[in-house]
């Protein structure tokens, strides 16, 4: 299920660690500017409203992670999920199998980013199309929620994260101002 708040530029940053766990709010807290905070707490509470919504869970979870720094619920090993943030929007996913999740807000592209990021066939595809900026972030956020999922992070070989991807199911939704993508196996492995 994913659960999205694409305002947190008015959560109230007080009222907000109030709610959380002692580990999140001292996590939110190494942030130096409140947009870093915000977003923080946000996922957060996603994720909270989430396990309580889907699975009856009350309470402040607690977060484990993994070797290569994936979260997972320490208590509950069998619910997985994803945060992502950017600019005011806060994404949490939440699945009865691993999942991935990038959020992007729309901005401005550099073309050495796209040349660095993307292969030969993605390239030509952004050229092509009427949004060129909107066409990089579709193929961004897939790329990202994939490298996520499969918990290997950004890396230097991203051209070419999506050679397999038929091997996994993605799910990609464009708003006006933000796009974000989900991706989970086909097959779990």
Not at 30 to 41: A, T, V
Not at 121 to 141: C, D, G, H, K, V
Request: proline share 4%.
């Amino acid at each position: 299920m994913i659960y999205l708040n694409d305002h947190t530029d008015v959560l109230d940053i007080e009222a907000a660690l109030a709610e959380v766990s002692v580990q999140r709010r001292e996590q939110a807290m190494k942030f130096r500017h409140e947009n870093g905070k915000r977003l923080c707490l946000a996922v957060y509470l996603l994720l909270k409203k989430g396990l309580r919504e889907e699975y009856g869970i009350a309470g402040n979870p607690v977060l484990g992670y993994s070797e290569d720094g994936k979260p997972f619920l320490l208590d509950y090993p069998d619910i997985f999920f994803n945060f992502s943030h950017s600019g005011n929007v806060a994404l949490c996913v939440l699945s009865d199998q691993p999942v991935g999740a990038d959020v992007e807000t729309i901005r401005q592209i550099s073309p050495s980013l796209v040349d660095y990021t993307m292969n030969d066939s993605e390239q030509e595809q952004i050229r092509a199309s009427s949004n060129p900026t909107m066409q990089f972030l579709y193929f961004w956020t897939r790329k990202e929620a994939l490298l996520k999922l499969t918990g290997e992070g950004i890396h230097n070989d991203m051209k070419m994260v999506l050679a397999e991807s038929e091997k996994y199911l993605f799910e990609t939704v464009q708003k006006e101002e933000y796009i974000y993508s989900i991706a989970k196996y086909r097959n779990l492995p």
